[in-house]
């Protein structure tokens, strides 16, 4: 199982940004993936979840009506849309997915935005 997120970097705040989610090694369309963020000094904290289907969301409420998750199941990838986004985002964002009982992780992509 392997998980690779791009499209971090840095913005400037009310920016934009798109994260994606390469997945590999497992039928990545029976999962539902999950995105997370940790900002340095701070525990983790999910973002944002999409079932399998990508028919159903979980949106944290610090982000909700600014981040939009997606799938496309033929590209095996999430994506993580990031509108207006606030120098409180700013965190190593990484993707998740749970197998067996056993979580997967990526390395993560560093997501900077300046005030």
């Known amino acids: 199982v392997q998980l690779m997120e791009s499209g971090g970097g840095l913005v400037q705040s009310g920016g934009s940004l798109r994260l994606s989610c390469a997945a590999s090694?497992?039928?990545?369309?029976?999962?539902?993936i999950s995105w997370y963020r940790q900002a340095p000094g701070k525990e983790r904290e999910l973002v944002a979840r999409i079932t399998s289907s990508g028919d159903s969301f979980y949106y944290a409420d610090s982000v909700k009506g600014r981040f939009t998750i997606s799938r496309d199941n033929a590209k095996n990838t999430v994506y993580l849309r990031m509108d207006d986004l606030k120098p409180e985002d700013t965190a190593v964002y990484s993707c998740?997915?749970?197998?067996?009982?056993?979580?997967?992780w990526g390395r993560g992509t560093q997501v900077t935005v300046s005030s």
């Open positions: 998740n997915t749970a197998l067996n009982s056993q979580n997967y």
């Open positions: 090694g497992f039928t990545f369309s029976n999962y539902r």
